[in-house]
Each structure stands twice: as structure tokens, then as C-alpha cells.
């Protein structure tokens, strides 16, 4: 019977927790009966973590944590092997593999796979148009210089539809359509597959398609790839383990990360992993806050990505920092150079969840763009906020911008914790204005004037919507939001396409001031009863489509009957 106090497990609850312990206790016997053995093989894998039995056991991988310890000590059998070449392995797995890209021209030349209609892409202003978040870094160039790309390409590529999955699944058909497979140029060699949904996927690490084990997709085809193209794989014959939210490095090690750009893992304790190499910071110099770094030695915080992150900038020149640690992570208290105190909140992952700057008026384009833990946001004296501003943050409950009267596109997308809004000073908003929103509940606009393309679209908690002064809205306006039952627009004049498609709860709507409106005028909305427009003028194709409640109100309320 293995000694309950043995030094392994007294080593290993120490580092990693007591229930991490008795889950080795249980799972490794054999491997405790040798002193030292299983500290080896836990301590080169994984960093000390408290979370890690956690990790393991809520994702259902235990079995495969156990068949992965064992396999680093020989005790499970290599890689599957064949004769067959992997352009044939793939042939027969419903593939074609393409050619090794050689140039910066061979990657681009499989970019259209990413564009929106695939083959023949949709083209906006002369440019095709990618699928929002789904765009490999791959082709932002540069690859080559540290990995050997394939790319394999299902046969039925053009028949998989990527409208057809509503809910996206990082190995579904559409997913696995297409791959990018890179090995990195490091000796041993990384591998790892990239999914096609890319940065929309968010439960799994997209770039860890079939958990980067070539024989997922067809036994044998890891070693047929090693043979033919004299790769030297780090982790050749062992077992694969694939925890979500976790990366191996080159070290052999399974680090968590808190995002992943352009190829670069960003993890707690200061841990950066780039090409595979995973660099720690000088914790007395340096913090690492989601993918940027405050320098203390210089007071600079840095964007380490290639992103155009405006986050850094709305800082501003720092005079000096002070650090409060808590038992949930850390508070950095900076005194810029000029204005109030700015304050940052980090959890104990070194992940910003919390910003409070009383001084910025103007914030550019991706501000906090990759966040995705922010909980609390207060900058208010902000006028002006850019494109894409908290574009993944999916955390946030509490936003004051008071002040705030003008946004760009994309603005809070698929935020799925904000309830209750409040913007009093809002006036014009870009496209995509808090588009998914779908836990929003309240939302005062009291001054809006101007909405772009998709404001409010597929919010399905919003019922009620006043907008005592908007004039003129976007296409797609209030797209597809079915529990909406009051809507007040006294002062609409003017409205682009399909404005309110699909709201399946609204009874009663008037528009008094509205004058023209684009095609598909409040298509299926199968509730309505009751609709006056006094003013209308101009309506665009399909208007009305799909309302047979509202005959006798277009007879009764339409005082002119034009077309666009």
C-alpha cells in the first residue's frame, strides 16, 4: 500500500493542492511505489497551480490525464505507423493536402477560405469581406520565418456552408473544412493545427484542432509526416493531452494562458509563449497585464501583440505606480504625469478586470479589443470611443460613460453580462451597436440621433426601447429581436433596410414623423396590429412582407403609395 505521507504527494500538495494529490494518490499507485518518479513527471509537465485539478476534473479529463502521465514513462504504445505518404493518408481521410508553402504567395493564396462566401467572396468598397474573428494571424505575414505550413482542404469544401452552424463547434465540418498545419522551426519541432473558425471559437484553444494529434484525423498520418518530411516531433510517441484554456510549450510544460494573438499564449506569472518558447518575465520589473507589460522600471505599459490596442494610449504618460495586492489579485494605483489617479484592477491571473480613468476624453479604434474579464468600466469624461471598442469582453456587468456621445462600429458586440444600460449623452453609433447583446434588459438612449447598420441586432431580452429623438437608423435596425413589445421613435424620419425583421412580440407601433424607408419594412412581424405613418412617403421592395394583421392598417394609414 503506497504511504499515504509519502514524499512525492507532500511535494505535490504543496505545489499544486491537496485535491490534486489524492487525485495522483488514486490514479498513479504504481507509479508512487518509486520515490521521486511522479514529482519528475507532474513538475516537468505542469507549472505549480492550484487550479490545475480543477481544469482537469470540470473538463471530464481524468482518464485522459492518467493515460498521458503514463504514456511519458513508455508504459502506453508509440505512434500508429503506415506506408502510406500523408498527401495519401489525407486522400483518404476526404482531404486534399496541398503542397508545403514555400512563399508569402502560397500562404495568401488560401486566404479566400476565410472571406465570407468562400470561393466566390462578398465584396464591400472593392475588398473582400473575412468573417469577423476568423481570419488566421497566419496571413498577416511573416509565418515562414518560424514555421512550415500545409494547408488541407476538404474535398467538399465549397458545399459546407458556414451559415448552415449556428453553433459552432471547433472539430464540426465546417471547422475542420480547412486546416492550417504548422510545425514550428524549432528543433524538436511544435505542432499545430489551426481550425477555421479561429478566434470564434472560445470554449477550446482554436489553434489545437484534433488537440494537435495528427492521428485524430487519420492513424498513422504524425508519422508518415515525420518520415517524409524529416520533422523532429517533440512529443513523438507520447500520448496527447488537450486541456481548454491550456497550451504545451517547448519545454514540454502546460502552461494556462489568458489569450492567445497573432501565435503568442499569455499566461499568469508573467509567462509569455512565443514559437513555442515560453519566456518569464522579471516579476520585480515588469507586470504583465492580458498582452500588455508595464515596465515599473521606465512607468510604460506596452502592447506586446501586433494589435492597434488604443488601451496603452488612453494611460498616457505615467509618473508613478503603486501596487496593492489582495487575495484576488492585484490593484495598480497610477498617478499619471498629469490628471487624477487611474486605477487598474487585475485578477489573479494578471487578466485587467477593472479600469478606472478619470481623465480621457477620446479612446481610438480596439480599445481592450482581446479583453475578455473586464468587469467594470468607469471613464467619465470619455466623448468619442473608435471602432470595435471591448469588441470580445464577455464579463462586463458595470459601464459608466456618462459623457459619451459618439461610438464607431462594433461597438460592446456579444456582451452576454450587461443588463442594464445607461448612455444619456449618446448621439451617433456605427454598425454592429451592441449586437448580441442578449442578457440586455434595459438600455436608456435619450439623445441618440443616428444609428449605422445593425444597431440592437438579435437582442432578445430587450421588450422595452425609447428613442425620443433618433432621426435616421441604419439597415437591419432592431434586426431579429423577438421580445420586444414597446418601442417608442417619435422623431424617425428616415430608416434603411429591413428595419425591425422578425420581431415577433411587437403589437402597437407608431411612427409619426417617418417619411422613407428602405426594403423589407418590418418584414414577419406577425404581431402587429396596430401601425400609423401618417408621413410616409417612399418604401423600398417587400414592404409590409409577411404582416397579414396590418391590412386594414396600411388601408387606413397610408397616405401615399410610392416606390423607391
Given at each position: 500500500?503506497?504511504?499515504?505521507?509519502?514524499?512525492?504527494?507532500?511535494?505535490?500538495?504543496?505545489?499544486?493542492?491537496?485535491?490534486?494529490?489524492?487525485?495522483?494518490r488514486?490514479?498513479?499507485?504504481?507509479?508512487?511505489?518509486?520515490?521521486?518518479?511522479?514529482?519528475?513527471?507532474?513538475?516537468?509537465?505542469?507549472?505549480?497551480?492550484?487550479?490545475?485539478?480543477?481544469d482537469?476534473?470540470?473538463?471530464?479529463?481524468?482518464?485522459?490525464?492518467?493515460?498521458y502521465?503514463?504514456?511519458?514513462?513508455?508504459?502506453?504504445?508509440?505512434?500508429?505507423?503506415?506506408?502510406?505518404?500523408?498527401?495519401?493518408?489525407?486522400?483518404k481521410a476526404?482531404?486534399?493536402?496541398?503542397?508545403?508553402?514555400?512563399?508569402?504567395?502560397?500562404i495568401?493564396?488560401?486566404?479566400?477560405?476565410?472571406?465570407?462566401?468562400?470561393?466566390?467572396?462578398?465584396?464591400?468598397?472593392?475588398?473582400?469581406?473575412?468573417?469577423?474573428?476568423?481570419?488566421?494571424?497566419?496571413?498577416?505575414?511573416?509565418?515562414?520565418?518560424?514555421?512550415?505550413?500545409?494547408?488541407?482542404?476538404?474535398?467538399?469544401?465549397d458545399?459546407?456552408?458556414?451559415?448552415?452552424?449556428?453553433?459552432?463547434?471547433?472539430?464540426?465540418d465546417?471547422?475542420?473544412?480547412?486546416?492550417?498545419?504548422?510545425?514550428?522551426?524549432?528543433?524538436?519541432?511544435?505542432?499545430?493545427?489551426?481550425n477555421?473558425?479561429?478566434?470564434?471559437?472560445?470554449?477550446?484553444?482554436?489553434?489545437?484542432?484534433?488537440?494537435?494529434?495528427?492521428?485524430?484525423?487519420?492513424?498513422?498520418?504524425?508519422?508518415?509526416?515525420?518520415?517524409?518530411?524529416?520533422?523532429?516531433?517533440?512529443?513523438q510517441?507520447?500520448?496527447?493531452?488537450e486541456?481548454?484554456?491550456?497550451?504545451?510549450?517547448?519545454?514540454?510544460?502546460?502552461?494556462?494562458?489568458?489569450?492567445?494573438?497573432?501565435?503568442?499564449?499569455?499566461?499568469?506569472?508573467n509567462?509569455?509563449?512565443?514559437?513555442?518558447?515560453?519566456?518569464?518575465?522579471?516579476?520585480?520589473?515588469?507586470?504583465?497585464?492580458?498582452?500588455?507589460?508595464?515596465?515599473?522600471?521606465?512607468?510604460?505599459?506596452?502592447?506586446?501583440?501586433?494589435?492597434?490596442?488604443?488601451?496603452?494610449?488612453?494611460?498616457?504618460?505615467?509618473?508613478?505606480?503603486?501596487?496593492?495586492?489582495?487575495?484576488?489579485g492585484?490593484?495598480?494605483?497610477?498617478?499619471?504625469?498629469?490628471?487624477?489617479?487611474?486605477?487598474?484592477?487585475?485578477?489573479?491571473?494578471?487578466?485587467?478586470?477593472?479600469?478606472?480613468?478619470?481623465?480621457?476624453?477620446?479612446v481610438?479604434?480596439?480599445?481592450?479589443?482581446?479583453?475578455?474579464?473586464?468587469?467594470?468600466?468607469?471613464?467619465?469624461?470619455?466623448?468619442?470611443?473608435?471602432?470595435?471598442?471591448?469588441?470580445?469582453?464577455?464579463?462586463?456587468?458595470?459601464?459608466?460613460?456618462?459623457?459619451?456621445?459618439?461610438?464607431?462600429?462594433?461597438?460592446?458586440?456579444?456582451?452576454?453580462?450587461?443588463?442594464?444600460?445607461?448612455?444619456?449623452?449618446?448621439?451617433?453609433?456605427?454598425?454592429?451597436?451592441?449586437?448580441?447583446?442578449?442578457?440586455?434588459?434595459?438600455?436608456?438612449?435619450?439623445?441618440?440621433?443616428?444609428?449605422?447598420?445593425?444597431?440592437?441586432?438579435?437582442?432578445?431580452?430587450?421588450?422595452?426601447?425609447?428613442?425620443?429623438?433618433?432621426?435616421?437608423?441604419?439597415?437591419d435596425?432592431?434586426?431579429?429581436?423577438?421580445?420586444?413589445?414597446?418601442?417608442?421613435?417619435?422623431?424617425?424620419?428616415?430608416?434603411?433596410?429591413?428595419?425591425?425583421?422578425?420581431?415577433?412580440?411587437?403589437?402597437?407601433?407608431?411612427?409619426?414623423?417617418?417619411?422613407?424607408?428602405?426594403?423589407?419594412?418590418?418584414?414577419?412581424?406577425?404581431?402587429?396590429?396596430?401601425?400609423?405613418?401618417?408621413?410616409?412617403?417612399?418604401?423600398?421592395?417587400?414592404?409590409?412582407?409577411?404582416?397579414?394583421?396590418?391590412?386594414?392598417?396600411?388601408?387606413?394609414?397610408?397616405?401615399?403609395?410610392?416606390?423607391?
Amino acid at each position: 500500500m503506497v504511504d499515504m505521507e509519502s514524499k512525492d504527494l507532500k511535494w505535490i500538495k504543496k505545489h499544486y493542492g491537496e485535491k490534486f494529490s489524492h487525485l495522483c494518490r488514486d490514479l498513479f499507485p504504481t507509479l508512487l511505489d518509486k520515490e521521486g518518479l511522479l514529482q519528475k513527471l507532474i513538475s516537468e509537465h505542469f507549472p505549480p497551480s492550484r487550479e490545475l485539478y480543477d481544469d482537469i476534473t470540470k473538463n471530464n479529463l481524468t482518464s485522459a490525464f492518467k493515460t498521458y502521465i503514463y504514456s511519458l514513462t513508455k508504459l502506453v504504445s508509440g505512434t500508429k505507423t503506415t506506408n502510406l505518404s500523408p498527401e495519401e493518408l489525407f486522400d483518404k481521410a476526404g482531404y486534399i493536402l496541398y503542397p508545403e508553402c514555400q512563399t508569402e504567395a502560397d500562404i495568401q493564396s488560401f486566404r479566400h477560405y476565410y472571406y465570407r462566401g468562400g470561393p466566390t467572396p462578398e465584396y464591400k468598397g472593392g475588398q473582400p469581406v473575412p468573417y469577423s474573428g476568423e481570419e488566421l494571424c497566419t496571413f498577416d505575414g511573416g509565418r515562414l520565418n518560424t514555421n512550415r505550413v500545409w494547408f488541407a482542404v476538404k474535398k467538399n469544401v465549397d458545399e459546407i456552408r458556414r451559415e448552415e452552424f449556428k453553433n459552432p463547434r471547433r472539430e464540426d465540418d465546417y471547422g475542420v473544412s480547412v486546416l492550417s498545419i504548422q510545425f514550428s522551426r524549432t528543433n524538436p519541432s511544435w505542432l499545430s493545427i489551426k481550425n477555421r473558425y479561429n478566434h470564434t471559437i472560445r470554449d477550446v484553444n482554436p489553434d489545437a484542432a484534433f488537440g494537435n494529434n495528427l492521428d485524430n484525423i487519420i492513424e498513422g498520418l504524425t508519422q508518415a509526416f515525420v518520415e517524409k518530411y524529416h520533422i523532429t516531433l517533440a512529443n513523438q510517441g507520447q500520448e496527447t493531452l488537450e486541456i481548454p484554456g491550456y497550451v504545451q510549450a517547448a519545454d514540454g510544460k502546460f502552461y494556462k494562458y489568458n489569450l492567445e494573438t497573432g501565435g503568442i499564449y499569455y499566461c499568469p506569472g508573467n509567462v509569455i509563449i512565443k514559437n513555442g518558447e515560453a519566456k518569464t518575465l522579471d516579476k520585480d520589473r515588469y507586470i504583465l497585464l492580458d498582452h500588455f507589460v508595464l515596465d515599473l522600471n521606465t512607468n510604460e505599459i506596452k502592447d506586446l501583440s501586433a494589435s492597434q490596442d488604443s488601451f496603452p494610449e488612453s494611460v498616457g504618460q505615467i509618473k508613478s505606480v503603486k501596487r496593492i495586492p489582495s487575495q484576488d489579485g492585484l490593484t495598480l494605483q497610477i498617478a499619471p504625469v498629469e490628471g487624477e489617479q487611474i486605477e487598474i484592477v487585475l485578477n489573479k491571473h494578471n487578466r485587467i478586470t477593472g479600469y478606472s480613468n478619470p481623465n480621457i476624453v477620446e479612446v481610438g479604434r480596439d480599445f481592450l479589443y482581446r479583453n475578455h474579464s473586464l468587469t467594470h468600466l468607469e471613464l467619465p469624461k470619455l466623448q468619442a470611443a473608435g471602432d470595435e471598442f471591448l469588441y470580445y469582453n464577455d464579463s462586463l456587468t458595470q459601464l459608466d460613460l456618462p459623457n459619451l456621445r459618439e461610438v464607431g462600429h462594433e461597438f460592446l458586440p456579444v456582451k452576454n453580462s450587461l443588463t442594464d444600460l445607461k448612455l444619456p449623452e449618446l448621439q451617433k453609433v456605427g454598425s454592429g451597436f451592441l449586437r448580441r447583446n442578449n442578457s440586455l434588459t434595459q438600455l436608456e438612449l435619450p439623445n441618440l440621433r443616428e444609428t449605422g447598420r445593425g444597431f440592437l441586432f438579435n437582442n432578445n431580452s430587450l421588450t422595452d426601447l425609447k428613442l425620443p429623438k433618433l432621426q435616421t437608423a441604419g439597415d437591419d435596425f432592431l434586426y431579429w429581436n423577438r421580445s420586444l413589445t414597446q418601442l417608442d421613435l417619435p422623431n424617425l424620419r428616415e430608416v434603411g433596410h429591413e428595419f425591425l425583421h422578425a420581431n415577433h412580440s411587437l403589437t402597437d407601433l407608431k411612427l409619426p414623423e417617418l417619411q422613407k424607408v428602405g426594403g423589407g419594412f418590418l418584414r414577419c412581424n406577425n404581431s402587429l396590429t396596430q401601425l400609423e405613418l401618417p408621413k410616409l412617403q417612399a418604401m423600398g421592395q417587400y414592404f409590409l412582407f409577411c404582416n397579414g394583421k396590418l391590412r386594414q392598417a396600411i388601408e387606413n394609414n397610408l397616405k401615399n403609395d410610392r416606390t423607391l
